[in-house]
Nanobody, 120 residues
Framework: QVRLAESGGGLVQAGESLRLSCIVSGRTFSIYGMGWFRQAPGKERDLVAAIWSGGRPYYADSVKGRFTISRDNAKNTVYLQMSSLKPEDTAVYYC??????????????WGQGTQVTVSS
């Protein structure tokens, strides 16, 4: 059974930074493309960044130039470095593997996520 454990969220002011981490267990982490998703109140969960073992990372237009995704296969961990945070970045952030060719999570069981709140 796959387990996803997100951490690193918090309450920050606009312009500040946070680094999120997601530890994956129960799967061979290195073979999967991994993504960070976020869900704001009343909105759908959307992909904001993705990383594969090769090739260029993907970033949603809304975070391009401010967020950086990375991974450490030896630690089964994917990271999201968030800089220049804006109030509109406020959401619960989740990680998941990516469905091949799609911007959707692969594993049915999502983690609890980590709350990011950005005050103006």
């Amino acid at each position: 059974q796959v387990r996803l454990a997100e951490s690193g969220g918090g309450l920050v002011q606009a312009g500040e930074s946070l680094r999120l981490s997601c530890i994956v267990s129960g799967r061979t982490f290195s073979i999967y493309g991994m993504g960070w998703f976020r869900q704001a109140p009343g909105k759908e969960r959307d992909l904001v960044a993705a990383i594969w073992s090769g090739g260029r990372p993907y970033y949603a237009d809304s975070v391009k130039g401010r967020f950086t995704i990375s991974r450490d296969n030896a630690k089964n961990t994917v990271y999201l470095q968030m800089s220049s945070l804006k109030p509109e970045d406020t959401a619960v952030y989740y990680c998941n593997a990516l469905q091949p060719g799609r911007r959707e999570g692969l594993w049915r069981d999502w983690g609890q996520g980590t709350q990011v709140t950005v005050s103006s």
